[in-house]
């Protein structure tokens, strides 16, 4: 199924607006200078307020910690030819920078463009930069054209952030009214994550999320949003037949945390502790067991509960060995289906979807070794 036509989900029922920059609209924006005449009041800020993850390159940890100078902004983009580093410098610039640095920088941006209009990532730069500067509207040619050849991730996030602003703040287009605009924004959104899943760039998947996050707000794309974009890098695979109710079971539940991370989630049977933080974390409380099934895994056998959580829907998972020791721990929305063969290969995985949960840690899928279940640290690098 192609991402542009049919990514599957549900609307999140949780939250991650204390993990994300803050969403809506601003009701005191002053419109440009050189916008187009809005019919809206309301206008939409992406380029400038979602701060980009690039902690992961080398070049944007050598940021300075506060721009303060138009050659420090130029010495960043020349450091790099990642683009996701080119649009936080950008934005950064935009923030820190003092005011009399703006036209320096843009004129500076123009004439380095000027040198080369064949390289395509200075006009990128030049066109990013007049957006997040100025919200002028010839920003998007720039851009476009950059994208039409680049075709990253990162070209069409960015493309798709400039239409998304464009739209709202210089056509005046309304948050709930359907748009070409709206449209292509969703299909270069699609594009850029199928490109990534298909090439992993670090930083790309918590900078979407919180694009999608900004989208939110506008009702027009209520649809796309709530669709599970990780689908793009864990494809459903076959799973074993749904959870059926709830049975009776003698095997208790444990509330001891340091039970369940004494159990093997790492490699080469060393837990590995960031692992062991970032999928047993949420409380590890009994609760009524609403569901059970168990499973065979390359011919070891588990118990699979599903307990209830303080939130309706909301349900956590526990891996048991046949002896009854924990031996995973997570939460998810989807009740029936844990258990799936995503390789083909007739041996099943634990795949957590918890996308509509935590949209920054979407998909953990861990597979059965000798050392018991442990997280496929490459598919979990994929969200970093």
């Not at 019919?39 to 939409?44: D, E, L, P």
């Not at 065979?296 to 209830?308: E, K, M, P, S, V």
Request: charged residues 20%; neutral net charge.
């Amino acid at each position: 199924m192609s991402i542009r036509k049919g990514m599957l989900g549900v609307l999140a029922a949780v939250s991650v607006a204390s993990l994300l920059p803050a969403s809506g609209f601003s009701q005191t924006a002053t419109p440009s200078t050189t916008a187009t005449t809005t019919t809206t009041s309301q206008t939409v800020d992406i380029l400038r307020s979602v701060p980009l993850e690039v902690k992961d390159y080398a070049s944007a940890r050598s940021f300075p910690e506060r721009f303060t100078t138009t050659e420090q902004i130029i010495n960043a983009l020349n450091s790099t030819p990642v683009l996701l580093v080119h649009m936080e410098a950008i934005r950064r610039g935009y923030h820190e920078l003092p005011i009399s640095e703006h036209e320096k920088l843009l004129t500076s941006l123009h004439k380095r463009r000027s040198t080369n209009e064949n390289d395509l990532m200075l006009g990128f730069d030049h066109g990013y930069a007049q957006l997040v500067f100025k919200q002028n509207k010839t920003g998007l040619f720039f851009l476009r054209k950059a994208n039409d050849k680049i075709q990253d991730q990162f070209s069409n996030l960015a493309y798709a952030m400039a239409e998304a602003e464009a739209d709202i703040n210089l056509e005046g287009a309304k948050p709930e009214e359907t748009t070409t605009r709206k449209m292509d924004v969703t299909y270069k959104l699609g594009d850029a994550v199928k490109l990534d899943a298909a090439k992993h760039q670090p930083g790309f998947w918590p900078s979407y999320v919180r694009v999608i996050e900004k989208l939110k707000p506008m009702p027009a794309y209520k649809s796309f949003t709530r669709r599970d974009f990780s689908l793009a890098y864990v494809p459903y695979g076959n799973s074993v037949v749904p959870l059926k109710g709830t049975n009776t079971s003698s095997i208790p539940l444990t509330n001891n945390s340091a039970t369940l991370l004494s159990n093997s989630l790492g490699t080469s049977c060393n837990p590995d502790e960031s692992a062991q933080e970032a999928n047993v974390s949420g409380g590890n409380s009994g609760g009524n067991i609403v569901a059970q099934r168990s499973a065979n895994f390359n011919g070891n056998a588990a118990l699979i509960q599903f307990t209830a959580t303080e939130e309706s829907h909301l349900y956590r998972v526990r891996v048991l060995g046949a002896a009854g020791n924990p031996m995973l721990s997570f939460k998810t929305y989807a009740l029936p289906n844990i258990v799936e063969d995503l390789d083909g290969d007739g041996t099943f995985e634990i795949v957590a979807r918890q996308y509509q949960y935590n949209p920054l840690l979407p998909a953990l899928v861990y597979r059965y070794t000798p050392c018991g279940f442990e997280l496929d640290k490459q598919i979990h690098e994929k969200f970093q």
